[in-house]
């Protein structure tokens, strides 16, 4: 018992101090990155802000890496001390008491997130396909974005928004209240924005923020740029469907919102999804900026 003791005031003290580090790091480049929103929200495009918001997973993510090494080093250098009264100790030291805290909390995120991802693929398997007019409007899609890969098309009773998941086998779920009011422009409307995220492979990058999100659940700034970047992630996706879709970018904006209010409320799924109605306020804040982009935009883009 006195060896565990003492292995997990080791660790703690380890963890305690990385953790520290991390977190002034973080809390820096996170308020950084809020200071410039700030300041460059309407003079930046959405797409430019969200590559410097990614900066934020990036450094946390070689952070990651490079703490393991270290630890590793840690240990093998800590390893003849053990026995030196300074390691000695028959109870839990408060280092040692926080790194189990952690431990037991991380597990407890991660057993939710494996839960939430067999959710989903039990949605999945019991959605229906769609017809085969959706699905030509989704070939149409994928062409106009440029998407060669196969993507199912599915309806769905488990969501109340359009939702894209799946990163190896991507599957677009449309929620079965929806279809009989969606009409093919607006259809159009939400395969384009779902198919960018698919190419932009934004749901990798939205696992690997929930996995930072829950070894660093602790940092109260994480949890804000996670909310920013998958704000600003959607309006960098609006704005690259308007310079494809041209001249008929005008109604875009105005289909999104429409789609955006016909939702019933925010669904459970969004550990592994993506969605286009992800905030019903956001689309009617920002129509009047797609609008402007769509106005600049050269007319080479989607036929009618």
Known sequence: MEFIF???????????????????????????????????????????????????????????????????????????????????????????AIFL???????????????????????????????????????????????KNNVELKITKSSTQPVVCGIFRPVILIPQNLTARLGSRHLRSVLLHELAHIKHRHLVCNLLQKLLLILYFYNPLLWVAEAMIRRIRDQAVDEMVVSKMGEKARWYPENLVNVSNLRLSRPGLSLRM???????????????????????TSKAGIPA
């Open 6 to 96: 003492q292995q997990t005031n080791l660790t703690g003290r380890f963890f305690v101090e990385f953790a520290l580090l991390v977190l002034l790091l973080s809390g820096g480049l996170i308020s950084a990155l809020l200071l410039i929103e700030l300041l460059l929200r309407g003079r930046l495009r959405a797409v430019f802000r969200y590559l410097l918001w990614m900066s934020v997973p990036l450094t946390l993510t070689f952070f990651s890496i490079l703490g393991v090494v270290f630890f590793i080093f840690y240990l093998i250098w800590s390893g003849p001390l053990m026995n030196s009264d300074y390691f000695n100790s028959e109870a839990l030291d408060w280092e040692g």
């Open 101 to 147: 805290i952690w431990i037991v909390a991380v597990c407890g995120m991660i057993l939710f997130l494996l839960h939430r991802t067999f959710a989903v693929s039990s949605f999945i398997s019991k959605s229906k396909q769609a017809n085969s007019l959706m699905k030509g409007i989704l070939w149409y899609c994928r062409t106009c974005i440029g998407i």
């Open 274 to 296: 993506v969605g286009v109605a992800e905030f019903r306020r956001r689309f009617q804040l920002e129509v009047k900026n797609i609008e402007t982009d769509a106005t600049l």
